[in-house]
């Protein structure tokens, strides 16, 4: 069964750019409870592997609403302010730089997959100097991050769901560590506790934050490295500058994000563009596809939602895909894609080639 025809039997598919702003504008009448809600029901013996971790999952910002909702917004939202975006990004090249050096001399010998190599190196530790939290070892996150998407957007039977929930028991129980070592610094965790939020719900915020944080801008990053090599000239009028990689990324955003489909569920009756919606109706928003790129909320930005459950990272998001693609079109001009299909990562809200493979042209 396809990802579409997944989609299509379980939820009302809202895919006109306008509708879906009026639905995230609507949030009385479409609420995000959803949001962070698993794709298929987990089975008893996987709530009890979660149960015996602790793992609990109040709601605290994607899936909640009202007052606390903007208040923990507003906290966490600071440490992702538009001033210290700007100050990360010389790390970001800086990173880049060396992953392309790495890269250089490997690829004298043998293939690379690229988004390996390079892309999912950077978000990580761009994530982590921001909210001032160490984060766990590259191989071990990304294993923790993949099998949380996969348990909670995608559509495992119950022996792969017993898999997936030991991971992220792990992962949970890595974050309890983490919120406590924090208390009473400043760290992201350190001020969530100084504003009276629980240990459960730093917990919550930081598991899907963490993922967000990263793994998404790394699928966003392996997509663009993709789709920038598959297309004839693309990457190389990006080393000559010929193109722009902020104009391309953007493009990207609105053709095809890294997380193009978001949920919302009818908190009562009402209506949408004419169309009866009955309450408890859960709603698929397709976030990219159906738009072209645009100036502010008009385009391209409709990727990373509207209104108030905005994504707070998609200027980080945004700007470090263009940096990473820019400076490694620049730094190794010289590759061609290895012609094989890639297998790609397809869940319900998230999406991404799986490698990038390349070699070096003649």
Not at 159 to 183: G, T
Not at 208 to 235: D, K, V
């Amino acid at each position: 069964m396809s990802t579409t025809e997944r989609q299509a039997m379980n939820y009302q598919l809202v895919q006109e750019p306008d509708e879906v702003r009026e639905v995230l504008r609507r949030v009385d009448d479409f609420l995000p409870t959803n949001a962070l809600t698993s794709v298929v029901p987990l089975s008893s013996a996987t709530l009890r592997i979660l149960s015996k971790a602790k793992f609990a999952l109040p709601p605290v910002l994607a899936s909640a609403t009202g007052e606390r909702h903007r208040q923990v917004r507003q906290q966490v939202a600071g440490f992702f302010s538009p001033a210290k975006v700007a100050s990360i990004l010389p790390l970001v090249t800086e990173i880049v730089t060396s992953r392309c050096e790495l890269t250089e001399a490997v690829l004298q010998s043998s293939t690379v997959d690229l988004a390996g190599a390079v892309g999912r190196h950077i978000p990580p530790l761009i994530l982590q100097e921001l909210i001032g939290v160490e984060l766990p070892d590259l191989a071990i996150l990304k294993t923790w991050s993949r099998d949380s998407l996969e348990l909670f957007w995608g559509w495992p039977d119950e022996p792969r769901q017993a898999e997936l929930a030991i991971s992220a028991a792990a992962f949970y129980q890595w974050l309890i560590a983490k919120v406590e070592q924090h208390r009473g610094d400043q760290s992201l965790f350190g001020l969530l506790h100084a504003t009276g939020l629980s240990v459960p719900e730093i917990c919550s915020l930081g598991y899907f934050l963490i993922i967000a944080g990263q793994e998404t801008t790394s699928q966003l990053i392996s997509i663009a490295f993709y789709r920038a090599l598959s297309h004839p000239g693309c990457w190389q009028a990006l080393a000559d500058g010929a193109l722009s990689a902020d104009s391309f990324v953007r493009q990207l955003l609105a053709t095809e994000s890294s997380v193009p489909t978001w949920r919302r569920v009818a908190s009562r009756d009402t209506q949408l563009a004419g169309s009866a919606i009955p309450a408890g109706a859960e709603i698929l928003l397709e976030l990219s596809g159906h738009h072209l790129p645009g100036a502010g909320d008009n385009g391209y930005s409709l990727a990373f939602g509207h209104g108030l459950h905005r994504c707070l990272g998609a200027k980080l998001a945004e700007l470090e895909t263009v940096c990473v693609l820019q400076t490694t079109a620049r730094l190794l001009p010289a590759l061609r894609i290895v012609s094989a299909e890639p297998s790609w990562t397809r869940l319900l809200s998230f999406q991404s080639p799986d490698t990038v493979m390349v070699e070096r042209t003649p």
